[in-house]
């Protein structure tokens, strides 16, 4: 069965766990800004920190979903569990992890909802400015229960871009990544680097932005802003252009208006990065 012809109230039943566990997630976050925290590191160097919030933050989400939804995949960035259901949650609970460490403001909580491989559902909480943003597969983009479009901007040159980064800073990834921040500078209107993936793609479905780009992210990070920017009217493709598919066969995101995306692609195929 296609998730659309689920009933009303079973799919506005999924919405509602989503966003009640992110709210309680967000609000965790908020009550332990600023605390000392325990933090360990992935990989090699300090870029990639993981801390007790994290974790903290993330079983509150699991909980929540696991209770509701017992017999769902959870894939989540700390831990998870996978059964035979139809249905996989991808959680994130704290997108920003360095900006909350340093106090600096903006992280968020991200949750989608995939069903027979098909992305269906998407929330994202920003607990600093109390926004919800949330979508369900053909029903359009909220944000606090009011509907967002994205922006109306046609030019790359008056437009406003957003750029991630990947951890790993010797990859052939990173360097395209930077490469896509100055391309996006030089012909943009300006680029911002906000350092929470989910963040930005909110921000272009809300047109905010009018785009965004990022190389080699987890599938937790983009997943539900991924739903929020298709909803909301805009396009997201990889970098040859073919719609993005989660998961990724290469993890090279492209969220734009729509107006400007073929203009993007072109400046990034002139520049050798795709």
Same mark, same amino acid.
């Given at each position: 069965? +296609?998730f659309?012809?689920l009933?009303?109230?079973?799919r506005?039943?999924?919405?509602?766990?989503?966003?009640e566990a992110a709210?309680?997630?967000?609000h965790f976050?908020i @009550? +332990?800004?600023?605390?000392s925290k325990?933090?360990?590191?992935?990989?090699?160097g300090y870029f990639?920190?993981?801390?007790a919030?994290?974790t903290g933050?993330e079983?509150?989400?699991?909980?929540a979903?696991?209770?509701a939804f017992?017999?769902? +995949?959870?894939?989540?960035e700390e831990?998870?569990?996978a059964t035979?259901?139809a /249905?996989t949650?991808l959680?994130?609970p704290?997108?920003?992890?360095?900006?909350?460490?340093?106090?600096?403001?903006h992280?968020?909580?991200?949750?989608?909802l995939? /069903?027979?491989? @098909?992305?269906?559902?998407?929330?994202?909480?920003?607990?600093v400015l109390? @926004?919800?943003?949330?979508?369900?597969n053909?029903q359009?983009?909220?944000?606090?229960?009011?509907?967002?479009r994205?922006s109306r901007e046609g030019? *790359?040159?008056?437009s406003?871009f957003?750029?991630?980064?990947?951890?790993?800073r010797d990859?052939r990834?990173f360097?395209d990544?930077?490469?896509?921040?100055?391309l996006l500078?030089?012909?943009g209107q300006a680029?911002?680097?906000e350092g929470?993936t989910a963040l930005s793609?909110?921000?272009v479905?809300?047109?905010?932005f009018?785009?965004?780009?990022v190389?080699a992210?987890? *599938?937790?990070?983009?997943?539900a802003? *991924?739903l929020l *920017?298709?909803?909301?009217?805009?396009?997201?493709?990889?970098?040859q252009?073919q719609?993005f598919?989660?998961p990724?066969?290469?993890?090279?995101?492209l969220?734009?208006n729509?107006?400007?995306h073929e203009a993007?692609l072109?400046?990034?195929h002139d520049?050798g990065? /795709?």
């Open positions: 069965m +296609n659309t012809r009933k009303g109230s079973v506005e039943k999924y919405l509602a766990v989503a966003k709210s309680h997630a967000g976050l @009550e +332990n800004l600023g605390k325990d933090v360990n590191y992935k990989g090699s990639n920190p993981v801390s919030v994290d933050a079983c509150i989400i699991v909980d979903v696991s209770s017992p017999e769902h +995949n959870i894939v989540a831990k998870g569990g035979q259901s /249905y949650w959680i994130d704290l997108d920003g992890t360095i900006n909350y460490l340093h106090g600096y403001q992280f968020c909580v991200s949750l989608a995939i /069903y027979k491989g @098909e992305l269906v559902l998407g929330v994202v909480y920003n607990p109390g @926004e919800m943003f949330s979508a369900l053909g359009g983009a909220y944000l606090n229960d009011r509907i967002i994205v030019q *790359v040159s008056k406003l957003s750029v991630g980064l990947p951890y790993e990859s990834d360097q990544n930077l490469e896509c921040f100055g500078a030089m012909t680029v911002r680097r929470s793609l909110c921000n479905a809300c047109g905010r009018d785009g965004f780009c190389i992210n987890q *599938v937790w990070d983009y997943a802003g *991924v *920017v298709r909803e909301a009217g805009g396009m997201v493709t990889d970098f252009g719609t598919r989660i990724a066969r290469r993890n090279r995101l969220a734009t729509g107006l400007i993007v072109k400046k990034l520049t990065i /795709y």
